[in-house]
Protein backbone atom coordinates (compact mmCIF):
# COMPACT_ATOMS: atom_id res chain seq x y z
CA UNK A 1 0.00 0.00 0.00
CA UNK A 2 1.92 2.87 -1.19
CA UNK A 3 0.03 5.74 0.86
CA UNK A 4 3.63 6.74 3.33
CA UNK A 5 2.29 10.58 5.01
CA UNK A 6 -0.91 10.64 2.39
CA UNK A 7 -2.92 13.49 2.33
CA UNK A 8 -6.69 13.02 2.64
CA UNK A 9 -9.70 15.44 2.48
CA UNK A 10 -12.02 15.99 5.07
CA UNK A 11 -15.44 16.02 3.00
CA UNK A 12 -17.74 16.15 6.51
CA UNK A 13 -17.28 15.80 10.12
CA UNK A 14 -20.47 14.57 11.96
CA UNK A 15 -21.93 14.62 15.20
CA UNK A 16 -24.95 12.22 17.05
CA UNK A 17 -26.49 12.65 20.51
CA UNK A 18 -27.45 8.87 20.77
CA UNK A 19 -25.88 5.71 19.84
CA UNK A 20 -27.55 3.62 17.07
CA UNK A 21 -28.61 7.06 14.85
CA UNK A 22 -27.25 8.63 11.97
CA UNK A 23 -24.76 11.32 12.75
CA UNK A 24 -25.75 15.05 11.29
CA UNK A 25 -22.75 17.30 9.44
CA UNK A 26 -22.03 20.00 11.21
CA UNK A 27 -19.94 22.90 11.07
CA UNK A 28 -16.59 22.05 12.86
CA UNK A 29 -15.87 19.14 15.54
CA UNK A 30 -13.69 19.52 18.82
CA UNK A 31 -11.52 17.00 19.83
CA UNK A 32 -10.64 16.36 23.77
CA UNK A 33 -8.92 13.55 25.91
CA UNK A 34 -12.31 11.51 26.08
CA UNK A 35 -13.48 12.43 22.03
CA UNK A 36 -15.64 14.49 19.99
CA UNK A 37 -17.04 16.98 21.92
CA UNK A 38 -21.06 16.57 22.43
CA UNK A 39 -21.05 13.35 20.52
CA UNK A 40 -22.46 9.86 21.95
CA UNK A 41 -19.30 7.84 21.13
CA UNK A 42 -17.16 10.00 23.30
CA UNK A 43 -15.48 8.65 26.31
CA UNK A 44 -12.55 6.98 28.33
CA UNK A 45 -11.92 4.79 26.00
CA UNK A 46 -10.24 3.38 22.47
CA UNK A 47 -13.18 3.79 20.31
CA UNK A 48 -13.65 7.45 20.66
CA UNK A 49 -13.81 8.39 16.83
CA UNK A 50 -14.75 6.87 13.62
CA UNK A 51 -13.92 7.51 10.15
CA UNK A 52 -15.28 5.91 6.91
CA UNK A 53 -14.19 6.89 3.26
CA UNK A 54 -16.16 8.07 0.75
CA UNK A 55 -15.05 5.33 -0.98
CA UNK A 56 -16.62 3.02 0.57
CA UNK A 57 -19.72 5.00 1.25
CA UNK A 58 -20.13 4.72 -3.13
CA UNK A 59 -19.48 1.40 -3.25
CA UNK A 60 -22.48 0.73 -0.44
CA UNK A 61 -24.75 3.51 -2.11
CA UNK A 62 -24.51 1.10 -5.86
CA UNK A 63 -25.23 -2.02 -3.71
CA UNK A 64 -28.26 0.02 -1.52
CA UNK A 65 -29.41 1.57 -5.11
CA UNK A 66 -29.46 5.02 -3.60
CA UNK A 67 -27.63 7.99 -2.52
CA UNK A 68 -25.89 7.74 1.26
CA UNK A 69 -25.62 10.95 3.06
CA UNK A 70 -22.56 11.55 5.36
CA UNK A 71 -22.98 10.41 8.43
CA UNK A 72 -25.20 7.70 7.91
CA UNK A 73 -22.94 5.48 8.77
CA UNK A 74 -22.30 6.84 12.16
CA UNK A 75 -19.07 8.30 11.30
CA UNK A 76 -17.16 11.25 12.86
CA UNK A 77 -15.12 12.24 9.71
CA UNK A 78 -16.11 11.34 6.42
CA UNK A 79 -12.67 11.00 4.16
CA UNK A 80 -11.53 10.78 0.88
CA UNK A 81 -7.94 9.74 -0.81
CA UNK A 82 -7.31 6.85 1.01
CA UNK A 83 -8.89 3.16 1.74
CA UNK A 84 -9.13 3.72 5.48
CA UNK A 85 -9.79 0.10 6.34
CA UNK A 86 -6.49 -0.59 4.98
CA UNK A 87 -4.56 1.37 7.74
CA UNK A 88 -3.57 -0.45 10.98
CA UNK A 89 -3.89 0.10 14.70
CA UNK A 90 -1.11 3.00 16.01
CA UNK A 91 -1.02 4.65 12.56
CA UNK A 92 -1.99 8.60 12.93
CA UNK A 93 -3.97 11.57 11.38
CA UNK A 94 -2.31 14.42 11.78
CA UNK A 95 -2.68 18.04 11.07
CA UNK A 96 -1.49 21.11 12.14
CA UNK A 97 -4.36 21.84 14.85
CA UNK A 98 -4.67 17.72 16.01
CA UNK A 99 -3.54 14.17 15.94
CA UNK A 100 -5.28 11.04 16.05
CA UNK A 101 -4.62 7.93 16.30
CA UNK A 102 -5.80 4.33 14.78
CA UNK A 103 -7.09 1.87 17.44
CA UNK A 104 -9.18 -0.29 15.64
CA UNK A 105 -10.26 -1.39 11.93
CA UNK A 106 -14.31 -2.54 11.64
CA UNK A 107 -16.16 -3.28 14.39
CA UNK A 108 -19.13 -5.97 15.07
CA UNK A 109 -22.24 -5.59 13.41
CA UNK A 110 -25.29 -4.04 15.81
CA UNK A 111 -27.54 -5.26 13.65
CA UNK A 112 -31.39 -4.39 14.43
CA UNK A 113 -30.01 -1.63 16.47
CA UNK A 114 -27.88 0.25 13.90
CA UNK A 115 -30.24 2.81 11.67
CA UNK A 116 -28.66 2.17 8.57
CA UNK A 117 -29.02 -1.35 8.84
CA UNK A 118 -32.69 -1.71 9.94
CA UNK A 119 -33.40 0.28 6.54
CA UNK A 120 -31.05 -1.45 3.91
CA UNK A 121 -29.81 -4.84 5.40
CA UNK A 122 -26.57 -4.26 5.68
CA UNK A 123 -23.52 -1.63 6.84
CA UNK A 124 -20.40 -0.86 5.57
CA UNK A 125 -19.34 0.77 8.94
CA UNK A 126 -18.33 -2.75 10.45
CA UNK A 127 -16.23 -3.93 7.48
CA UNK A 128 -14.28 -0.61 6.42
CA UNK A 129 -14.86 2.06 9.01
CA UNK A 130 -11.99 2.89 11.21
CA UNK A 131 -11.63 4.04 14.79
CA UNK A 132 -9.68 6.36 16.50
CA UNK A 133 -8.38 7.76 20.19
CA UNK A 134 -7.69 11.68 20.27
CA UNK A 135 -3.59 12.17 20.96
CA UNK A 136 -3.30 16.03 20.39
CA UNK A 137 -6.93 18.09 21.22
CA UNK A 138 -8.05 20.80 18.49
CA UNK A 139 -10.61 21.46 16.02
CA UNK A 140 -11.59 19.73 12.67
CA UNK A 141 -13.66 21.48 9.83
CA UNK A 142 -14.99 20.19 6.20
CA UNK A 143 -12.35 21.02 3.78
CA UNK A 144 -9.30 20.55 5.72
CA UNK A 145 -7.13 17.62 5.51
CA UNK A 146 -5.43 14.90 7.38
CA UNK A 147 -1.54 13.78 6.76
CA UNK A 148 -1.68 9.77 7.31
CA UNK A 149 1.55 8.43 8.78
CA UNK A 150 1.66 4.74 9.26
CA UNK A 151 3.20 3.47 11.78
CA UNK A 152 6.84 2.46 11.66
CA UNK A 153 7.80 -0.46 13.67
CA UNK A 154 10.79 0.11 15.05
CA UNK A 155 13.40 -3.23 15.76
CA UNK A 156 16.45 -3.20 17.07
CA UNK A 157 19.40 -6.38 16.85
CA UNK A 158 21.47 -7.41 19.09
CA UNK A 159 23.75 -10.30 18.12
CA UNK A 160 26.40 -11.63 21.15
CA UNK A 161 29.22 -13.83 19.90
CA UNK A 162 32.52 -13.14 21.44
CA UNK A 163 33.89 -14.42 18.23
CA UNK A 164 32.17 -13.13 15.46
CA UNK A 165 32.74 -9.94 17.08
CA UNK A 166 36.77 -10.58 16.71
CA UNK A 167 35.95 -11.18 13.14
CA UNK A 168 36.68 -15.19 13.19
CA UNK A 169 33.37 -16.06 11.89
CA UNK A 170 30.31 -14.34 10.29
CA UNK A 171 27.06 -13.40 12.41
CA UNK A 172 24.04 -15.58 10.97
CA UNK A 173 21.27 -15.52 13.30
CA UNK A 174 21.04 -11.98 13.61
CA UNK A 175 20.50 -11.39 10.09
CA UNK A 176 18.14 -14.81 10.46
CA UNK A 177 15.75 -12.75 12.66
CA UNK A 178 16.15 -9.76 9.99
CA UNK A 179 14.82 -11.58 7.54
CA UNK A 180 12.13 -13.16 9.04
CA UNK A 181 10.78 -10.03 11.00
CA UNK A 182 10.88 -7.98 7.89
CA UNK A 183 9.22 -11.05 5.90
CA UNK A 184 6.83 -11.01 8.61
CA UNK A 185 6.10 -7.38 9.17
CA UNK A 186 5.66 -7.55 5.42
CA UNK A 187 2.46 -9.52 4.93
CA UNK A 188 0.56 -7.45 7.79
CA UNK A 189 0.92 -4.76 6.02
CA UNK A 190 3.84 -2.76 8.59
CA UNK A 191 6.77 -0.43 7.56
CA UNK A 192 9.74 -1.65 9.67
CA UNK A 193 13.25 -0.07 10.33
CA UNK A 194 16.32 -2.26 11.70
CA UNK A 195 19.48 -1.59 14.31
CA UNK A 196 21.41 -4.44 14.36
CA UNK A 197 24.69 -4.57 16.63
CA UNK A 198 27.09 -7.32 17.24
CA UNK A 199 28.89 -7.11 20.62
CA UNK A 200 31.11 -10.06 22.90
CA UNK A 201 29.17 -11.77 25.50
CA UNK A 202 30.10 -8.81 27.73
CA UNK A 203 27.33 -7.55 30.35
CA UNK A 204 28.14 -3.96 30.23
CA UNK A 205 27.89 -4.30 26.42
CA UNK A 206 24.25 -5.53 26.52
CA UNK A 207 23.29 -3.13 29.49
CA UNK A 208 24.07 -0.51 27.10
CA UNK A 209 22.92 -1.68 23.94
CA UNK A 210 19.58 -2.49 25.67
CA UNK A 211 19.15 0.94 27.63
CA UNK A 212 20.27 2.43 24.29
CA UNK A 213 17.20 0.85 22.62
CA UNK A 214 14.79 1.53 25.26
CA UNK A 215 15.80 5.16 24.87
CA UNK A 216 15.13 4.84 21.32
CA UNK A 217 12.03 3.92 21.72
CA UNK A 218 12.11 0.22 19.98
CA UNK A 219 9.36 -1.57 19.59
CA UNK A 220 11.35 -4.61 19.86
CA UNK A 221 14.43 -5.55 20.88
CA UNK A 222 15.69 -9.40 19.43
CA UNK A 223 19.24 -10.66 21.44
CA UNK A 224 20.82 -13.47 19.69
CA UNK A 225 23.02 -15.40 21.30
CA UNK A 226 24.32 -16.05 25.59
CA UNK A 227 21.36 -18.38 26.60
CA UNK A 228 23.01 -21.47 27.59
CA UNK A 229 24.79 -22.64 30.64
CA UNK A 230 28.04 -21.75 29.11
CA UNK A 231 30.96 -20.05 31.50
CA UNK A 232 30.03 -16.74 28.79
CA UNK A 233 26.23 -17.04 28.89
CA UNK A 234 25.32 -13.99 30.27
CA UNK A 235 22.46 -12.84 28.82
CA UNK A 236 19.49 -13.89 30.83
CA UNK A 237 21.32 -12.53 33.77
CA UNK A 238 21.05 -9.07 32.45
CA UNK A 239 17.69 -9.07 30.61
CA UNK A 240 15.30 -10.61 33.04
CA UNK A 241 16.34 -7.90 36.05
CA UNK A 242 16.61 -5.50 33.17
CA UNK A 243 12.60 -6.00 32.33
CA UNK A 244 9.55 -4.51 34.10
CA UNK A 245 7.51 -7.16 32.93
CA UNK A 246 8.44 -10.94 31.72
CA UNK A 247 6.07 -13.03 29.32
CA UNK A 248 7.47 -16.65 30.27
CA UNK A 249 4.71 -18.77 28.74
CA UNK A 250 6.30 -18.01 24.71
CA UNK A 251 9.67 -19.60 26.09
CA UNK A 252 8.22 -22.31 27.82
CA UNK A 253 6.43 -23.55 25.14
CA UNK A 254 9.04 -22.71 22.73
CA UNK A 255 11.24 -24.68 25.11
CA UNK A 256 8.88 -27.89 25.52
CA UNK A 257 7.98 -27.58 22.17
CA UNK A 258 11.55 -28.28 20.67
CA UNK A 259 12.55 -29.98 23.13
CA UNK A 260 10.26 -32.87 22.43
CA UNK A 261 12.52 -33.40 19.76
CA UNK A 262 15.61 -32.27 20.68
CA UNK A 263 16.09 -32.25 24.40
CA UNK A 264 19.54 -29.97 23.84
CA UNK A 265 16.38 -27.23 23.17
CA UNK A 266 15.35 -27.65 27.58
CA UNK A 267 19.11 -26.06 28.20
CA UNK A 268 18.52 -22.71 26.55
CA UNK A 269 17.15 -19.56 28.92
CA UNK A 270 15.81 -17.90 26.21
CA UNK A 271 13.62 -14.84 28.27
CA UNK A 272 10.73 -12.50 26.49
CA UNK A 273 9.04 -9.54 28.61
CA UNK A 274 8.61 -5.67 28.57
CA UNK A 275 10.51 -2.49 29.32
CA UNK A 276 8.56 0.73 29.12
CA UNK A 277 7.52 -0.10 25.84
CA UNK A 278 9.69 -2.08 24.40
CA UNK A 279 9.61 -5.55 23.76
CA UNK A 280 12.58 -7.50 24.73
CA UNK A 281 13.22 -11.00 23.19
CA UNK A 282 16.32 -13.13 23.93
CA UNK A 283 17.20 -16.16 21.42
CA UNK A 284 19.95 -19.22 21.33
CA UNK A 285 22.36 -18.10 19.13
CA UNK A 286 21.84 -20.53 16.38
CA UNK A 287 20.36 -20.20 13.14
CA UNK A 288 17.84 -22.71 13.22
CA UNK A 289 16.96 -21.90 16.97
CA UNK A 290 16.35 -18.26 16.24
CA UNK A 291 14.08 -19.14 13.42
CA UNK A 292 12.23 -21.55 15.74
CA UNK A 293 11.78 -19.15 18.18
CA UNK A 294 10.66 -16.68 15.20
CA UNK A 295 8.01 -19.23 14.35
CA UNK A 296 5.99 -18.87 17.50
CA UNK A 297 6.70 -15.27 18.52
CA UNK A 298 6.44 -12.94 15.72
CA UNK A 299 2.40 -14.07 15.04
CA UNK A 300 2.35 -12.34 18.61
CA UNK A 301 3.97 -9.33 17.93
CA UNK A 302 0.60 -7.07 16.98
CA UNK A 303 -1.68 -8.51 19.92
CA UNK A 304 1.54 -7.50 22.26
CA UNK A 305 1.43 -3.57 20.51
CA UNK A 306 -2.25 -3.39 20.99
CA UNK A 307 -1.70 -4.46 24.61
CA UNK A 308 1.50 -2.28 25.82
CA UNK A 309 -0.49 1.03 24.16
CA UNK A 310 -3.63 -0.03 25.82
CA UNK A 311 -5.98 -1.15 23.12
CA UNK A 312 -8.82 -3.21 23.67
CA UNK A 313 -8.54 -5.23 20.23
CA UNK A 314 -10.80 -8.42 21.53
Same mark, same amino acid.
Given at each position: ?E???????????????????I??P?????????G??????S???H?????L??????K??????????Y???A??I???G??????????????E?????V????????????????????????K???F????????L????T???????????I???S???????Y? +??????I????Q???D??????E?Q???I? +? +?????????Q????????????????G?????I?????????????P???????V????K?????????????????????????????????????P???????????????
Open positions: MNNNQVIQVLSVNISEKKGTKKVNSIQFTDIVVGDAHGKWRQVSLAKESIDFAQEAGRKINGEFENTTELLLHETNPLDRFVNNLELETQIGKKCHGDNCSIFREVGNCVMPEGIARVIRNGIKPEELNYHPRVIKIKITLDRASRGEQ +DKSGPQKNLTTYLKINRPVFQVLP +D +DESQLLAELNGVEQQADVIFTTGGTIGPRDTPEVVKPFLDKEIGIMELIRKYGIKPAALLSRGVAGVKNKTLIYSFPGSVKAVTEYCTEILTLQHSFYMIYGIDSH
